[in-house]
């Protein structure tokens, strides 16, 4: 184990940094989604409502493996099929295997964020939106100013549970060939055949980073509450 570990680190820590750089990637692209969706989900348009309340059943529905098997390997291969010129350019950038693999992990979080998201917006009290309103705020600065700011340091713990769920989620990129942690261990598993040693030693990495993350995000979430109590 001694002797793997030394000869396989460096190659093992390349793999995690680029695990958690896909889950950077990942994560700004689901609260984007997210905040979208979220604000669709409480907007008074009746349509909106749905549209989003739609997104959120489809896509949590789908399994993260199969979202990357239809963005990778269905969506370009249809378009390639269709024969119109600017749907297969809209879809060449599905041809990179990082672009496809953060396309998908987004979507599916982006699910997950955007119901995160709706609770923590709604668990801002609605006499703080009254008040502003009756100052003369308009809806867009109320939430800029006013609701957002509350919402997301509500919503930072959660979202820092999403950001582990994602990082754990990269795994499932190694199928379509992303060069991240579970990819390398595989490798290292076909070239020396150890393969519980292989695994055994990627499984150390991610509860490193976990531990890591979980530590990052228990420090931000004092620092906001010491924050708000000195405010």
Known sequence: MLEFALKYFPL??????IS???TILAM????????????????????????SSAYVA?????????????VYFGLPAWAASSGVEWLRAAMH?????VVSATLALSVISG???????????????????EAARSIGMSHFLTLRR????????????????????????TSLVSVIGVSELMRTAQLAASSTFQSLTAYSFAAVFYIA????????VYLLERWMRSNRVHA
């Open 111 to 129: 699910a997950y964020a955007a119901e995160i998201l709706r609770a923590s917006i709604q668990a801002v009290p609605p006499e703080q939106r």
């Open 58 to 70: 489809l896509f949590r529905g789908v399994p993260p493996l199969v979202m990357i098997y239809i």
């Open 93 to 97: 950038p599905l041809d990179n295997r």
């Open 146 to 169: 006013i609701i957002l700011p509350q919402a997301f340091r509500i919503a930072f713990p959660p979202l820092g549970s999403e950001f582990i769920i994602i990082l754990k989620g």
């Open 28 to 51: 700004s692209g689901a609260l984007v989604i997210g905040l979208v969706v979220a604000l669709g989900r409480v907007s008074g348009n009746t349509a909106v409502r749905y549209a």
């Open 209 to 216: 980073m976990v531990i890591l993350i979980q530590t990052v």
């Open 12 to 17: 093992y820590f390349q793999g995690a940094f």
């Open 20 to 22: 958690v750089g896909l």
